[in-house]
Each structure stands twice: as C-alpha cells, then as structure tokens.
C-alpha cells in the first residue's frame, strides 16, 4: 500500500508569513499532484509535477518534485487569507491518485 | 462546463436504510472515481471505473456498498442497509486517463455530506 504522509497536520499563521508544507512517501509515483480544499467543496487542481527535481511556480506558490519522485513541498510567499484551506497532495500511479490526509492551512488577517 | 455534478448535497437517513447518491462526469472523461472522505481517514478511494466498466473495487468497504456506471454521463453509489459508520462525505472525481499518456487531475464534484443515525 502506497501511502502518502503530509506536515505539518495544521498549520495557523499571519497574513503576510512564509509558510512550507511536506508529503513524504516510502513509494516511488509517476507523477505528484496538489489540490486545495476548502470547506463544503471538492478538492481543486492546483498544479502536477511529473519529473524528479522539477519546481513548478503558481504566483505566490512554488511547488517541487523531489528528486527520487518520492516526496514535495509546497511554499507559500507572503500568505494571504484567501490562501486558507486544506492543501492534499496526491501521488500517480497507473490510473490511481492516492492521497495524502493533508495540511489544514489557516491565515489570520 | 457545469463540471461534475453531485445529489444530493447532504443526506441524512436512519440506519437499515437504503442511500442512493448521484453523479454526473464531464462530458469526454473516460474515468469516474468514488472517494470516502472522513476525519480520521482522509479520502479513500472506493471505486475506479475506465469506460463505463468497473476496473478497481478493491476499496469498497463491503457487500453493503454498489455501485454502477450504465452510461458515460451518470453513476450511483448505493449502500445499502446503511450503518453509522457510513457517516462521511463521498466525492465523485472525473479525469481522462489514456495510455502512454498519464494521468491527467481529477475533477470532483461538490460531494454528498452523508448522515446515517
């Protein structure tokens, strides 16, 4: 079982910090995704990364792609309350998107 | 594009009882995903179907829960009898999913908020 570790769990921060966040796995995938949720919806897409070593940049976040396509990092420059929501990576495999539990985000004005 | 559509929002039944929830793809997605979201578990996949057929039910908890996809535009998630512990929130997911050309990012629809007292 591929499985999918995300930190820190919660994360409260001001208006205008830096924040990182991690999803760690044992598993090897064929490509990482990230999608915010925010209450009473759906997760949406925000990026995917495919490539070991690869940084994707999406204004204020930046995402990357370990090396070995076993980890990631999400970085938020200057977070905004609009920022605030759970953040879930996902790793590819074949035809399954197999979760993380998240990093629940909340940016105080 | 509406995107993928969900019914209903929220369901709220008495245990023993049969639940029915709905989903409507995006037009042109070839794959159709069941996920159980919970507190403790996170999103758990239930169900996969490519096509219209079922390829992965290895996540569907138990003889309890169905599921069907008769067409390309609709799909049901049946439980029946429901349980407490069948209290979580269930998304339905769409994406396009090709050979030798990955996977593309799901697009999941609102979900159904789930109550079974």
């Known amino acids: 079982t591929q499985l999918l570790e995300q930190s820190p769990q919660f994360l409260s921060i001001q208006e205008g910090e830096n924040l990182t966040v991690y999803c760690n796995s044992s598993?090897?995938?064929?490509?990482l995704q990230w999608y915010r949720q925010e209450p009473g919806e759906g997760p949406v897409l925000l990026v995917t990364v495919v490539t070991g070593g690869e940084v994707k940049k999406l204004k204020r976040l930046t995402f990357q792609f370990g090396d070995a396509r076993k980890d990631s990092s999400l970085h938020i420059t200057a977070a905004q309350p609009g920022d605030t929501g759970l953040y879930l990576c996902a790793g590819g495999s074949n035809y399954k998107l197999t979760f993380g539990k998240g990093t629940l985000l909340t940016v105080n004005p | 594009d509406a995107g993928v559509i969900q019914s209903p929002r929220h369901e709220v039944t008495e245990m023993g009882q049969e639940v029915t929830l709905r989903c409507k793809p995006i037009?042109?997605?070839?794959?159709l995903f069941w996920y159980r979201q919970t507190m403790m578990r996170g999103l758990e996949l239930l169900i996969y179907f490519n096509n219209n057929v079922p390829i992965d039910d290895s996540g569907m908890p138990e003889d309890r829960f169905s599921a069907k996809m008769p067409n390309a535009s609709f799909s049901t998630l049946k439980i029946q009898p429901s349980e407490p512990r069948d209290s979580a929130v269930y998304f339905c997911?769409?994406?396009?999913f090709g050979q030798g050309r990955g996977l593309y990012g799901y697009t999941f629809g609102s979900g159904t908020r789930l109550t079974v007292v």
């Open positions: 037009s042109g997605h070839n794959s």
């Open positions: 997911a769409s994406s396009f």
């Open positions: 598993s090897v995938f064929s490509s």
